[in-house]
């Protein structure tokens, strides 16, 4: 894939990272990333210049958003993702969080439930040499096969905590996940202490389309 990154995209990054850093995210890592991954191809073209690089949310298709960019890079220091980390995704919508992931050097694990995006990003993910393993199905039901997981993050406004993914994570891991219904939701560290056991973390609200349950394939 021939990806055009031209010198306006590279210094509309930079200011970006100005912004999150000014917004308080203090990983250095992820402001790396945040700087390196090309959001603006996760746009249709005539949007690349306008809004790819501003801090806010957008449209992508099919009810979906691709996520503010601080709220990628809360969720993703939040993560503590080192090289090797293995990540559950749960919403793949545009394909930028899981870039950001595997920039981390995480090993991805992604579902997406809108089969739209799902073809439109797998084949993106693929002809940006991203990794990750992408799948279609019920971001409730996760990806039993592959589990334990180090991290798993919900993109989504989950209406609670899904115990199946809890299963899948493993004992000292950490789940980042959107708890709420409507419009807010409440981001929530979730680290599992034991078998049946996990401890909870709040950090403040949070806005993303509602996760979706009960859909027929």
Known sequence: MNIEDTFLHQGQRKKLV???REKGIENEEVL???????RHIYFDKVFHNKF???????????GQTISQPYTVAFQTDLL???KGTKVLEIGTGSGYQTAVLCEMGAKVYTIERQRELFVKTKRLLHD???????????GFIGKDVFA??????????????PEELVKQLKIGGRMVIPLGEG???IMTLIVKTGENTIEKTEFGEFSFVPMLMNKQY
């Open 18 to 20: 100005l912004t999150l």
């Open 52 to 62: 790819a690089y501003e801090d806010v949310a957008f449209p992508i298709g099919a």
């Open 148 to 161: 334990p997981y180090d991290r798993i993050i919900i993109t989504c406004g989950a209406p609670h905590i």
């Open 183 to 185: 419009n807010k939701q």
């Open 80 to 82: 503590q993702i080192s």
């Open 32 to 38: 790396e990333v945040i700087g390196k991954v090309p």
């Open 128 to 138: 940006m040499n991203y990794r990750a393993q992408a799948f279609f199905g019920d």
